[in-house]
């Protein structure tokens, strides 16, 4: 299957600070890609929705503001989380959707998750 | 709305048989996906059906019903990695992924 790849895998920071996490899908592009955050023994909670080349779209409850999203290729997109908070910490997913056209039949649309970023503020 | 219903807990034995199952209520339809997901780890894909019938992929194989709104993951040949969750999710008219709880399956030796 296709492969996403994830960075960093896992980080420790100051509350009050700014991290940035990116994803990549390495061997398809992706006009969409997708974040999700997963607090521990849940499921997994849409953030938003990157597309590449403009604004993303945003979950209700969720601060554009706060969450940053830049898609600026076909292949990265970026979430820094601004002045983060210990409430912030989580398991923070992305994943990206790649169509696939069949023959004959209508396209299939898959998402292929990258490995997560674990972030815990301090 | 929108609701996706998955069992929250199955227990299994090694080397058996599991079904977990899947039923769903969206605004329109672009295929079912099963995910599986190990604790700590990001979910992988496992199959995707967007018309009825059976896909089989090894041990593991995918039913859906369209017009019953149903699907499950048919599991054979258990091992002990195979406990996980099991997560159902639905792509809708918007192509968005509408998520189920996930199913924790447990496997005993």
């Known amino acids: 299957g296709a492969v996403v790849s994830q960075h960093p895998s896992r980080v420790i920071c100051k509350s009050g600070t700014s991290v940035k996490i990116e994803c990549r899908s390495l061997?398809?592009?992706?006009?969409?890609m997708f974040w999700y955050r997963q607090f521990p023994k849940q499921s997994l909670m849409l953030m938003a929705t990157?597309?590449?080349?403009?604004?993303?779209?945003?979950e209700q409850g969720v601060e554009k503001d706060k969450f940053l999203i830049n898609h600026a290729s076909l292949t990265l997109s970026t979430l820094t989380v601004t002045s983060a908070h210990p409430e912030d910490s989580s398991f923070y997913i992305c994943?990206?959707?790649?169509?696939?056209?069949?023959?004959?039949?209508?396209?299939?649309?898959?998402?292929?998750f990258g490995p997560g970023t674990r972030l815990l503020v301090l | 709305g929108q609701n996706i219903d998955q069992p929250t807990e199955m227990t299994a034995t090694e080397g058996a048989i599991v079904q977990i199952n899947c039923t769903y209520q969206?605004?329109?339809?672009?295929?079912l996906f099963w995910y599986q997901q190990h604790a700590g780890e990001a979910p992988t894909f496992l199959s995707y059906n967007v018309l009825d019938g059976l896909e089989e992929k090894g041990r593991f194989s995918s039913f859906l019903s369209r017009s019953k709104g149903y699907s499950y993951l048919l599991l054979k040949e258990l091992q002990m990695k195979d406990s996980a969750s099991y997560l159902c999710a639905v792509m809708d008219s918007n192509y968005q992924l509408i998520w189920g709880a996930g199913t924790k399956l447990i496997i005993k030796p």
């Open positions: 061997d398809f592009q992706a006009t969409t």
């Open positions: 990157s597309n590449e080349g403009s604004k993303a779209t945003y």
């Open positions: 994943s990206a959707r790649d169509v696939q056209a069949l023959a004959g039949g209508s396209p299939q649309e898959t998402q292929y």
């Open positions: 969206t605004s329109g339809f672009n295929g």
